[in-house]
């Protein structure tokens, strides 16, 4: 990190920050951070012990692994089991649960996986492996789905015929439209800053002026986030909703235009499934026909299975901020990010696992829902 | 997976660039990115620069903080 953006974690700020907020809280307000690099954030630098009790902040459902369908890991695992495939997947999705287990579990018993962290590298081996048919799960929202189509144009320029693409790419602000027509009363939305690189804080508008909620887009150091949740209570305090733009040292307000239409040329919009939140119009992006070639959905035959998904997982009401991991009765007994029973728990994005890392292996238990108050010295 | 990291440029060959960050060095696809030169900061996400990163915008924003403990009407 760069020496200048090493100021966005220095102490004196933050404290000079939480005297503002602290002197900002004019109500009550719940403030979703949709994004799960925030959940980490917030959860790895203590943020949300810091916060006056007045403040409540609910994660919300931008962990792309958590809002995964299983029937999309059904597919998946399906296809791993099939002879002379080799899956390139990205680690997070290693532990994520289907019906028929997991990527770990399938590779215990013979399946070729392999980890990328790029889909760039999916598209290496499989001109590696001329001899297998290399699948790429193209899993996340708009920040991921660019490099997705990078690789399925490079695809076609190179003629590469054992590359398939299995996409389940999401968007961000059909997802933030729902949560904000339905009941969960959200005062502010801190806005997803990757998500927006690509986006743009433009796209957000409609959340300030049909649902009236502030939203701020917010890079991801302790002060960006205190800067951002700062802006919101200003507007809340004035009654007012814009949308504003903490990040913009990376978000413009149109976006990555070069990058939208990359995306567009490979991608376009469908209906799609999110784990939790259940089907949203307009919110996921499907390969193009002229792609088909490389779409692992048309190459690969695989049939629906039963759900055997446990009941008591309470995932689908934590990424829509109903309820929090304390609520869930496996928590941290049967459910660990070791063995994983839901979603939430798989990915360090996930909310689930971000409590158990810092809050229930801090505390030794799993009972405090409420804040471990610190109040800063003025 | 939402996780973006600052690099800086190194060395770019057509679409690809070599990026530095903290001692790591990688090589990253700048083919998202428009007008990327040597020494500019990007987001590094899943192999790809997402966007270039403004410095003097992000030191600006921190002189914002530094004026306003004393001005909370400000907005
Ligand atoms: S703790 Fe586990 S079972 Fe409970 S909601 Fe979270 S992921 Fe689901």
Request: glycine fraction near 8%; aromatic fraction near 6%.
């Amino acid at each position: 990190m760069t020496k200048e953006l090493q100021t966005y974690r220095n102490a004196d700020l933050a404290k000079s920050l939480l005297r503002q907020i602290e002197k900002e809280v004019s109500r009550p307000l719940r403030i979703m951070e949709v994004c799960g690099g925030h959940t980490m954030a917030i959860h790895k630098y203590g943020i949300n012990n810091l916060l006056p009790d007045d403040i409540q902040l609910i994660s919300g459902p931008g962990c792309p692994v958590c809002v995964t369908p299983v029937a999309y890991m059904d597919i998946l695992l399906q296809i791993a089991m099939q002879p002379d495939v080799i899956i390139a997947s990205y680690g997070d999705l290693m532990r994520v649960p289907g019906n028929l287990g997991n990527l770990e579990a399938v590779r215990a018993k013979g399946a070729d996986v392999r980890l990328v962290i790029s889909p760039l590298d999916a598209l290496k081996k499989a001109k590696e492996n001329p001899g297998k048919k290399v699948v790429f799960p193209a899993i996340g929202f708009e920040t991921t789905a660019p490099g997705t189509a990078v690789a399925l144009l490079k695809a076609r320029e190179m003629d590469v015929d054992n590359f398939f693409v299995l996409a389940s790419h999401r968007t961000m602000p059909e997802a933030m439209q729902k949560l904000a027509s339905g009941k969960i009363n959200i005062d502010g939305f801190i806005g997803p800053g990757h998500v927006s690189c690509i986006t743009g804080s433009d796209v957000y508008g409609f959340l300030a002026s049909k649902y009236g909620i502030p939203v701020v887009i917010s890079g991801f150091e302790p002060i960006d986030l205190l800067m951002s949740l700062l802006m919101i209570l200003k507007q809340a305090r004035l009654s007012k909703a814009v949308v504003e733009n903490q990040y913009d040292r990376a978000v413009k307000p149109a976006g990555n235009v070069q990058a939208q239409k990359i995306m567009y040329s490979v991608f376009e919009s469908c209906d799609a499934e999110w784990r939790g939140l259940g089907k949203i119009n307009g919110s996921g992006l499907e390969i193009r026909e002229s792609f088909g070639k490389w779409n692992a959905l048309q190459h690969f035959k695989t049939s629906p299975v039963a759900s055997n998904e446990d009941k008591r997982c309470i995932c689908g009401k934590i990424l829509t901020g109903l309820k929090d991991p304390g609520q869930c009765p496996l928590f941290g007994a049967q459910c660990t990010p070791e063995q994983p029973v839901g979603a939430c728990m798989v990915s360090h994005e996930g909310t689930c696992n971000a409590w158990y890392r810092f809050k229930f292996m801090s505390n030794g238990n799993n009972t405090s829902t409420s804040r471990q108050r610190r109040k800063i010295n003025a | 997976m939402c996780l973006s990291i600052p690099m800086q440029i190194k060395k770019i060959d057509g679409d690809l660039a070599i990026a530095v960050s903290n001692g790591l060095k990688m090589q990253v696809s700048i083919a998202l990115i428009e007008n990327v030169t040597l020494e500019d900061y990007v987001l590094v996400h899943t192999g790809f620069a997402i966007e270039k990163i403004d410095i003097e915008r992000a030191m600006e924003m921190i002189e914002n903080i530094s004026t306003a403990d004393s001005d909370t009407e400000k907005l």
